[in-house]
């Protein structure tokens, strides 16, 4: 075992930066879902299609920012505004005119819906951005490369890759802690995730909660997609290959559970790439795999808790 | 009101009811009247990854249509288009096709872009009796395993468009040693790379496999990937990945400098080069499925060329990319066979007769004269070529050309491919053309 470290150790090193790079992006999108369905408790299958849109909105946006003349550095703050605006224009739409008549509905009812909002924006994506594959790659260009020794060798990456998105990610899971457990409208927002009858027993406006909640996820989403735009080719269909894997992340991460998402993210991002160096077969069933083995030991998810059947 | 002319009540009764009882042998060869409109079915990706090439295969279709309606029609009859979206999977595509055949009563049906669609459809079009011409799929299988009386195809298949870019590169770079290939986890990303392996095995034994990456279809992201071949530094990388995830591969090869480590062999990139632009180095191995290229060095007929270049440019606001091309053979063919069947003031051909009509028919490609063997399996040359950066073009364009003759890399009648590839020795390297400088 000792002798295979050392032989495999420098290729493993350069699989975890691989991983952790691959797990920002996963952790941006599935969070979002996790959050809805954690308050809502709705499963949107439409949060790949915000998904696909904020990286379809980033990358106008960015290449409307070039026509403009504005500098390069201006592509960062791009990619942010694209997803605040996806965000604050369909999270509302969705939420008030779709999901707040479905809450109360069984959840195949709900699943049929979204995934039938999923099938209309797939198409909506189509007549405005076309189908062949669009791509905005600016800010990868911008930041450059950064070189990571390799024995004699040198490997380079792509420092948007794996310094910027990984450091996104970890201030997007530290604000959403600070904002769930140190403010009022975080800790109304745990309240209705807890007990939602007790929380509007107390007062607490659910309604409002579910629009911000919502509203605030598919933002989040719009991140995501947007975050992932330099580094793809944005193509039809990139949206229900998101959210798979994010269906994979939430279930093994325990529903409603932040820390659990980007947890479940690391493991997922780390076992492909390591797949990909050393069993490149596996890495397909990968993240699969990692479900599976953590549904089998704790059926409610990594952090999730056991609740009580209320009849 | 003439006796002649219309037919009585029981004619009719009995032509609605032979119609649908009678077996498709004697309807297809049932003597035909000259229709009204000529019905055409043509299943292709209108949505799904795979749009990319469905949809300028429809451009294409929809531009040579009304050129055609334009010029009078086929044998004098306007052509109407139905269009099938593949991307629903081959259950849909299957009583999508049933549906054109039976109740549109289409004349002749082009499927398809998928493999799995073509290996799904042909024998459909064997058993109802309807003409159909394989515009784009690429799997080698179907005249292979099965002979059809009905279907054709109108291209060429995966393995001269494989064995193609491997013989340019053993002609152009004979020293590698290394390789690593990186293709889709679907039908044609393995079929390609067994194409590939068992020609390169016998051609150039001792090659070494340093990886097989087979990243899940629609991937979005190689890093990883593109990490490993970083590290390993094979002589050559094959994929004969296309669409977005040929664009994001070349683009993260390219960010990480990949391209400097190894020479790519894509025989699929033709169809990205105007949207990667020069994120593709100059000195790396591109094909085009055929020998579609709108800077062609020797078109069979340039004025053509330039027609159906500029055409589909003016409509899309991009150049053609090999499934527009292949929509214009398949077009082109039907037309050949229509004036074939028609020869010396024939009647207006049954299906039986125009589909005897395809059996050896010579037609015109934007760029070749193209021929249907009598297994139905279409002759096309492939061109392939090296990238190379221009004032002319703000994307590579394709330097030192070879154009392969068909019947050098064609899989003879009635073999298997890979039977047949295991039987190639090195010495067909010197029947390979010599290379054309771009102009």
Redesign the interface.
């Known amino acids: 075992m000792g002798g295979w470290f050392q032989d495999n150790g420098p290729?493993l090193g350069?699989?975890l930066?691989?991983?952790i790079?691959?797990a920002a992006?996963i952790f941006m999108v599935a969070v979002g879902l996790n959050l809805v369905f954690g308050v809502l408790r709705v499963l949107n299958v439409a949060h790949g299609s915000l998904f696909a849109i904020g990286a379809y909105a980033a990358a106008s946006v960015g290449v409307f920012a070039a026509s403009a003349g504005l500098p390069a550095w201006a592509s960062l703050p791009a990619l942010l505004l694209a997803a605040i605006l996806v965000g604050l224009v369909l999270g509302p739409l969705v939420e008030r005119l779709l999901l707040r008549r479905i809450y109360d509905e069984e959840p195949v009812l709900q699943l049929l819906v979204t995934f039938a909002l999923f099938m209309i924006l797939?198409?909506a994506q189509?007549l405005i951005w076309?189908?062949?594959?669009v791509?905005f790659?600016t800010p990868?260009?911008l930041l450059g490369?950064v070189d990571v020794p390799?024995g004699a060798?040198v490997?380079?990456?792509?420092t948007y890759?794996v310094i910027l998105l990984p450091l996104v990610a970890v201030a997007t899971l530290a604000g959403l802690a600070l904002f769930l457990r140190r403010t009022l409208t975080g800790r109304v927002i745990v309240a209705v995730t807890t007990d939602r009858e007790a929380a509007t027993a107390m007062g607490i406006d659910a309604r409002r909660v579910f629009l911000l909640t919502f509203t605030f996820g598919a933002m989040l989403a719009a991140l995501g997609g947007a975050l992932?735009a330099p580094?793809?080719?944005?193509?039809?269909?990139?949206g229900?290959?998101?959210i798979v894997l994010s269906f994979a992340v939430v279930a093994t991460a325990g529903l409603g559970q932040i820390e659990g998402a980007a947890l479940t993210a690391l493991m997922i991002g780390i076992g492909?790439?390591v797949a990909?160096?050393f069993a490149?077969?596996l890495?397909?069933v990968v993240p699969y795999m990692i479900m599976v083995l953590v549904l089998l030991v704790r059926p409610q998810g990594l952090f999730g808790v056991v609740e009580t059947r209320r009849i | 009101m003439t006796h002649a002319l219309s037919p009585s009540r029981r004619q009719m009764l009995a032509a609605g009811f032979g119609s649908v009882v009678l077996p498709g042998t004697l309807s297809a060869q049932a003597p035909a009247q000259r229709p009204t409109e000529l019905r055409i079915g043509v299943t292709t990706f209108l949505?799904?990854?795979a749009?990319?090439f469905?949809?300028p295969g429809r451009q294409a279709a929809e531009m040579l249509a009304e050129e055609i309606n334009r010029e009078g029609g086929i044998g004098g009859v306007p052509i109407r288009l139905f269009f099938v979206d593949e991307a629903p999977g081959i259950d849909h595509l299957v009583g999508e096709f049933r549906r054109l055949v039976q109740n549109e009563r289409v004349d002749v049906m082009f499927a398809s872009i998928s493999s799995g669609s073509c290996l799904a459809c042909t024998p459909l079009a064997e058993e109802l009796r309807k003409v159909t011409l394989l515009w784009d799929c690429g799997t080698q299988r179907i005249f292979e395993e099965r002979r059809y009386q009905y279907a054709f195809r109108t291209q060429a298949n995966a393995t001269p468009e494989i064995l193609a870019p491997l013989l340019y590169l053993m002609k152009t770079r004979p020293d590698f040693r290394t390789i690593a290939v990186l293709n889709q986890?679907y039908a044609w990303g393995r079929d390609s790379w067994e194409i590939w392996k068992t020609a390169m095995d016998v051609l150039k034994p001792g090659t070494r496999v340093v990886?097989?990456?087979?990243?899940?279809f629609?991937?979005?992201?190689f890093?990883?990937?593109v990490?490993?071949l970083?590290?390993l530094?094979p002589d050559v990388i094959l994929s004969t990945s296309w669409?977005?995830?040929l664009?994001?591969f070349i683009?993260?090869a390219n960010?990480?400098?990949l391209f400097e480590r190894s020479t790519f062999v894509l025989p699929l990139a033709e169809s990205s080069l105007e949207?990667v632009g020069r994120?593709l180095p100059a000195g790396h191995i591109v094909g085009s499925r055929g020998d579609h290229w709108h800077q062609h060095p020797r078109p069979a007929n340039p004025q053509a060329l330039q027609r159906f270049v500029e055409g589909f440019r003016r409509r899309t606001n991009?150049y053609p990319i090999y499934p527009a091309y292949h929509m214009a053979q398949a077009f082109s063919a039907l037309r050949a066979a229509y004036a074939r069947a028609l020869q010396g003031g024939a009647a207006w051909p049954s299906d039986a007769q125009l589909a005897a009509a395809f059996n050896g028919l010579e037609f015109d490609s934007p760029t070749a004269r193209m021929r249907i063997r009598e297994d139905g399996q279409g002759l096309e040359p492939q061109l392939i070529g090296t990238t190379a950066h221009t004032d002319r073009f703000p994307f590579p364009v394709l330097d030192n050309m070879v154009i392969f003759p068909p019947e050098l890399v064609t899989t003879p009648v009635g073999q298997n491919s890979v039977a047949w590839l295991r039987t190639l020795t090195p010495e067909i390297l010197a029947r390979v053309p010599d290379a054309i400088r771009a102009g």
Do not use: C, M, W
């Not at chain 1, 076309?130 to 594959?133: A, M, T």
């Not at chain 1, 580094?231 to 990139?238: A, K, M, R």
């Not at chain 2, 629609?218 to 992201?221: C, F, K, L, M």
């Open positions: 290729l350069l699989a930066l691989d991983g790079a691959s992006l797939e198409d189509k076309g189908v062949q594959p791509s790659s990868v260009s490369t390799f060798d490997i380079p990456y792509n890759q992932s580094t793809t080719s944005l193509v039809p269909g990139i229900a290959s998101t492909r790439s990909v160096t490149p077969e890495e397909v | 949505s799904g990854p749009s990319v469905g949809v986890d990886a097989e990456l087979f990243p899940r629609g991937a979005t992201d890093s990883a990937e990490t490993r970083l590290a530094r669409g977005g995830e664009d994001t683009r993260q960010e990480r400098r949207r994120t991009a």
